[in-house]
């Protein structure tokens, strides 16, 4: 009981959290989520040739040097 | 220019609407005139003005910004002087008309008149990036951002910085307004240093969600300086303006001791301890 409600109160920061920085690399970037998506399955299938791993096992992350906004 | 060049012009902005831009202003205002800083406080929301009425100031208006502009009177004649504090003035917005009223060059001539008798010149940018926003940015050396801690604002805070950054304003700093220890603590709230990373930009100070700002703000009376904690956190911020240092743990700590103590009592009660 305890976990399961304290893992629900955890959640709506770290949501908020991850849409805002998905948004903003959508709105800086001027590429849809979908597009973002895309990117990040294309470098699993490049990264998967050289490594044994799972989808949820890449975290990809990027980031856009300044003035792209 | 001749008078005093230490004056500065302060943008008051966040892209979204209802975040606290107007109170953050009033505040600020109150703030930096009780530290005996001589300070304007310009509406620059033509045909939605409410600085006035945060102020408490709505029934001495006579002239406008607009009548400056268009030299329907002397400066001296719109400028409201806040009996409260010989040093407070405020120059009032036009309700009747519209943004397209003042160009940016006549915004650039009028703060540039205000630097010789002020030291602080507060803008009060309405919400939005049209041409509103491109008035009140033109004669600004800096920025203050307000935001709360929402997706939303957050996301036109993002927006905002990047066309201050564009119209060549290096100087921003975020405020960060609604601030909830209690949410934040629960995990239910992005925290000040979740905005400041996200945002990247210096922080200024941070207000917690007060209902005495509501209270402050049905009497016309901003709170800056009295010993409520927003009033409290609006004169640190002031403070940080002046170039004071004044760590900002000071808020979160205070406001982190009484949560921990009713915390502890709500938890205990649920039998979660």
Redesign the interface.
């Known amino acids: 009981m305890?976990w399961f409600?304290?893992k629900e109160?955890?959640?709506?920061?770290?949501i908020?959290?991850e849409?805002?920085?998905s948004?903003?690399l959508s709105?800086h970037t001027d590429c849809t989520p979908e597009i973002l998506e895309q990117i990040e399955r294309e470098i699993f299938q490049i990264v998967r040739r050289y490594f044994d791993i799972k989808p949820e096992e890449l975290h990809v992350r990027l980031e856009i040097v300044k003035?792209q906004? | 220019m001749g008078g005093s060049n230490m004056s500065e012009v302060i943008v008051i902005t966040s892209g979204k609407g209802g975040v606290g831009k107007t109170t953050a202003t009033a505040n600020l205002g109150t703030g930096l005139a009780r530290m005996q800083k001589k300070v304007v406080l310009v509406d620059t929301d033509i045909g939605l003005r409410n600085l006035d009425v945060v102020m408490g100031l709505e029934n001495r208006i006579i002239y406008n910004l607009v009548d400056v502009v268009e030299g329907n009177c002397r400066m001296k004649q719109a400028l409201i002087r806040d009996k409260r504090y010989p040093n407070l003035y405020l120059l009032p917005s036009a309700q009747t008309r519209d943004k397209s009223a003042v160009t940016p060059q006549q915004m650039i001539k009028l703060t540039d008149a205000l630097r010789e008798n002020f030291d602080y010149i507060l803008l009060d940018c309405p919400a939005g990036i049209e041409q509103g926003f491109q008035n009140a940015v033109a004669g600004a050396d800096r920025a203050i951002v307000v935001t709360t801690p929402e997706v939303s604002a957050i996301r036109d805070a993002d927006r905002i910085i990047g066309l201050l950054e564009t119209h060549g304003i290096r100087d921003i700093q975020l405020l960060v307004n609604r601030v909830r220890m209690d949410m934040i603590r629960r995990g239910n709230m992005m925290s000040i240093e979740d905005v400041v990373e996200i945002l990247a930009i210096p922080l200024i100070g941070a207000v917690t969600d007060d209902e005495n700002v509501v209270i402050s703000t049905n009497q016309g009376e901003p709170l800056a300086g009295n010993d409520s904690r927003a009033g409290q956190a609006f004169l640190q911020i002031c403070r940080r303006i002046e170039g004071e240092e004044v760590p900002i743990s000071d808020f979160s700590r205070e406001e982190s001791f009484f949560s921990r103590i009713s915390n502890f009592f709500k938890r205990s009660e649920r039998g979660v301890i």
Do not use: F
């Open positions: 305890m409600g304290r109160k955890e959640k709506s920061r770290t908020a959290k849409r805002i920085q948004t903003l709105d003035n906004k």
